[in-house]
């Protein structure tokens, strides 16, 4: 079995040093996304998810609360009671911003004392975290503005800033949008070269008559798959490795978190996005038709419906459900939470489930289709 699989390893690594096309993918391709993105992409964004930690609970500090949550722009989603909370939610991406009130909130604020309010803000998406800078202070000048004229009425003090808000960015502190686009551009370059490299490569067995022959021969369904997925894995390794490479000489991208683990979960990924490569070619009878299909399956979702470009959170509730059709909504979130993040597998242990799921299921459902052709 295995001197079958290595055999079949070896024809293909031949035909893809042969083919222009495939060498194409691999070194231009990257690169002409890299820069085209990189450099010319800008976001707009909306809805915002905060959390707060309350040091003080008085009536004020909930007046304030609900001043938020009355507010199109703000959705309240939790009460947070220790540090380590922040970590978790900013981390897993459960909230983007956090308020954290003093303890001294209140009592500071009625002696006419000038009050710290601090929002931590994920500074992961620059865009949207500036977005979420303006929003808070718009909405603490709005509160600014009410309690002033309360204490001006109380005390006949001419000029007086009750709360100055301080906002600190986590994780992109100069909260610049191409270090946030990297990791999706990252996965869109390594799922649209891993799926088409691999349904190209056995559909041209097709036309050229050779799959015939690979049916007819000891290889099982199975042994074909693992045949032409390894040699591609590599290559999309490769890839990867080498997108990285110009990402940190063009855009000073560096990795925070485990190289390890960024390994082992792009291997997952990688994995599931050649099965489906060799789901779409057993449904392909032309390299045209597949090119055309794999395409689609890939770039159009991966551009959309990852959270890539346009925040899943902004999206209608059914748009939200459709996202989960593409692996690139679990891999991005697990690249920003490695790459810029530096957060282990606990933030995103959810999201490697999901990617086994659908690599079990693409593998499973074109192996059954390869058998059923060859029968």
């Known amino acids: ?6 055999a079949l390893v070896k024809k293909e690594f031949r035909q893809i040093r042969r083919d222009a096309r495939t060498l ?13 993105f990189g450099y010319a992409l800008s976001l707009d964004v909306k809805n915002v998810k905060i959390a707060v930690k309350n040091n003080d609970n008085s009536p004020e500090t909930r007046e304030f609360i609900a001043m938020l949550e009355s507010s199109s722009y703000f959705n309240v989603v939790g009460y947070l009671h220790n540090d380590k909370e922040i970590n978790s939610m900013l981390d897993e991406k459960l909230v983007q911003c956090v308020v954290v009130f003093p303890a001294n909130f209140t009592d500071d604020m009625r002696a006419g004392k000038n009050v710290q309010l601090q929002f931590l803000v994920d500074g992961v998406d620059g ?4 977005v979420i800078m303006n929003y808070v202070t718009s909405a603490t000048r709005f509160y600014n503005n009410k309690i002033t004229q309360e204490f001006l009425a109380r005390t006949g003090v001419k000029s007086f800033v009750p709360i100055d808000p301080q906002p600190l960015f986590w994780y992109n502190p100069d909260l610049n949008t191409t270090k946030f686009l990297i990791p999706g551009l990252f996965c869109m ?8 490299l691999t349904t190209l490569s056995i559909v041209r067995e097709k036309e050229l008559g050779s799959m015939e022959q690979l049916r007819v021969s000891p ?6 798959i693992i045949g032409k997925t390894i040699p591609y894995t590599i290559v999309a390794l490769f890839v990867a490795v080498f997108t ?11 990795i925070k978190g485990s190289y390890l683990t960024l390994f082992w979960t792009t291997i997952i990924f990688l994995i599931g996005t050649l099965s489906l490569g ?11 038709v597949a090119f055309q299909i794999a395409s689609i399956a890939t770039m159009l979702p991966t551009f959309i419906l990852s959270g890539f470009i346009f925040p899943i959170e902004s999206m209608p509730w059914p748009i939200q459900i459709l996202t989960n059709i593409t692996p690139a909504k679990f891999y991005i979130i697990i690249l920003r939470a490695i790459i810029l993040k530096g957060a282990g597998i606990e933030a995103f242990w959810k999201q490697i489930i999901s990617l086994l799921i659908f690599t079990a299921f693409f593998i499973g459902i074109s192996t059954i289709r390869m058998r059923k052709s060859n029968g």
């Open 1 to 6: 079995m295995l001197n079958r699989i290595y």
């Open 24 to 36: 194409y993918l691999i070194f231009i391709f990257p690169v002409f996304l890299l820069m085209l």
């Open 127 to 130: 865009n949207t975290a500036t």
């Open 189 to 196: 370059i390594l799922i649209t070269t891993a799926v088409i």
């Open 219 to 224: 290889l099982g369904s199975f042994e074909l």
């Open 244 to 254: 990285l490479f110009i990402s940190n000489i063009a855009f000073g991208l560096e």
């Open 278 to 288: 060799i789901f779409i070619s057993t449904v392909s009878d032309s390299q045209q």
